[in-house]
């Protein structure tokens, strides 16, 4: 794992910051989210209105909530929204009433079998109310009469998404995507939009190859959103990643697109080898996150998913054990590390065609093997110059060499520069 650096630190204070906020998939808690990471990065914020037809889906009604609680018969508040906004099922209707506590139970939700933990559920689509606790707590109630209150609105509104930019050279995009939705889940979801930030940050720092969108939206909805508000122009996508589950302790997964042979599938294989961090490679499932969207067949993007342990892979997965102590500056360090290497190979994977293809050409005479005496890595670096020159035809790229020599893509990058320096090679096909 990368040590932990000042980004990482920089990173997991933007989790603290993120992690008292309500989200949901709509609701003043995603605008107060995009807030703070508009003070990070300068964001485009989209308001789609309740109604509005996406793709098959609609967008919902807006969900904001006040205060929530339950009162016992002393008049104790045993569960309160305000000391963690987990307490409330997700898009509850609005609720005052009293009722014993035979009644109320059927309105709560528990981890029998994580008792000291409050579980973090949802009803987007389905009006009702509820309550999550600790299995403990809801075992200490006594019988008798609660006062139940939530003070929330389900009115219309809007859909609430945001997406930032990094102009390329080229107008083709790489996605970066990652859920604005959930409420206090450091690792899902805050840990990817921190690891997002600091990725944006970083390739605005330099001119890369490819225009970068970062998209912080809802998860499902919001994708869904965007993609219908971007049909004209998702062509222009040509790799894509979603980020998730970013920052707990295990060790990286790549979650493959669709298509499983996507140039981003290829690099990220080829990244996590060679870095030989302990990793995990995975075919791509239909369920997860937003990248079943993303990868649906009438788009069939190549985007897949980096996460550390998947989602639903850890007791902690949505609980309230999924806390900023959960997450880790050293674990999003390693993950914005990844990302960052990867993306260094998807910008620089060029196809060459060899100016000199009759024979090999005398590297000598050009200064080439001048330019390695001393490296370390000088062997390596002239069997990098003659794979480069072998495979450069037009049709093999620079991943492929670097597949198919072993070699580094750095060490196959660096000598393709060279050799187009010296006039042998030139980008593109014959």
Request: hydrophobic share 40%.
């Amino acid at each position: 794992m990368a040590p932990v650096t000042g980004v990482g630190d920089r990173m997991h204070a933007l989790v603290e910051r993120l992690y008292p906020l309500c989200r949901s998939i709509t609701g003043d808690g995603v605008r107060a989210t995009l807030d703070v990471v508009g003070e990070c990065l300068p964001l485009e914020v989209h308001e789609v209105p309740t109604g509005t037809q996406v793709l098959d889906w609609t967008v919902p009604q807006e969900w904001n909530i006040r205060d929530a609680y339950i009162a016992d018969p002393a008049g104790r508040r045993v569960v309160d929204f305000a000391a963690s906004n987990l307490h409330v099922l997700g898009y509850s209707v609005p609720v005052a009433t009293t009722m014993p506590l035979a009644e109320l139970r059927e309105h709560l939700h528990t981890l029998p079998d994580q008792p000291a933990l409050v579980p973090y559920r949802t009803s987007y689509y389905t009006p009702t109310w509820g309550f999550c606790l600790a299995q403990e707590v809801l075992d200490a109630l006594p019988e008798g009469d609660y006062e139940v209150r939530i003070d929330s609105t389900l009115a219309d509104g809007h859909l609430t998404y945001a997406e930032h930019v990094v102009p390329g050279q080229v107008a083709d995009e790489v996605i970066v995507s990652c859920h604005t939705c959930h409420p206090s889940l450091a690792n899902d979801n805050l840990a990817g939009i921190a690891v997002a930030v600091s990725l944006a940050q970083e390739l605005a720092q330099q001119t890369p190859w490819y225009t970068y969108r970062f998209i912080f939206a809802p998860g499902t909805i919001g994708a869904i959103t965007w993609l219908a508000r971007n049909t004209e122009r998702v062509d222009r996508v040509r790799h894509g990643l979603v980020l998730a589950c970013a920052g707990d302790r295990g060790q990286l997964t790549y979650k493959q697109s669709r298509r499983g042979d996507a140039e981003i599938d290829r690099v990220l294989r080829h990244v996590l080898a060679v870095s030989e961090r302990p990793h995990q490679v995975n075919e791509f499932t239909p369920y997860g996150y937003d990248e079943r969207q993303y990868c649906s067949p009438g788009f069939d993007l190549g985007v897949g998913s980096l996460s550390r342990t998947p989602y639903a892979g850890y007791p902690e997965y949505h609980t309230s054990a999924d806390n900023p102590d959960f997450v880790t500056p050293e674990a999003m360090e390693d993950t914005l590390a990844a990302c960052r290497e990867a993306f260094a190979v998807l910008d620089r994977n060029r196809r060459y065609t060899n100016l000199s293809p009759y024979g090999e050409p005398q590297l000598g005479k050009r200064g080439l093997y001048d330019s390695l005496g001393g490296r370390s890595d000088a062997k390596q670096a002239q069997m990098a110059m003659l794979w480069v020159l072998s495979l450069s035809d037009g049709e093999h790229s620079l991943l492929d060499v670097a597949e198919r020599s072993a070699l580094p893509f750095d060490t196959v990058a660096v000598a393709a520069d060279a050799l187009r320096e010296a006039g042998l090679i030139k980008a593109g096909g014959g």
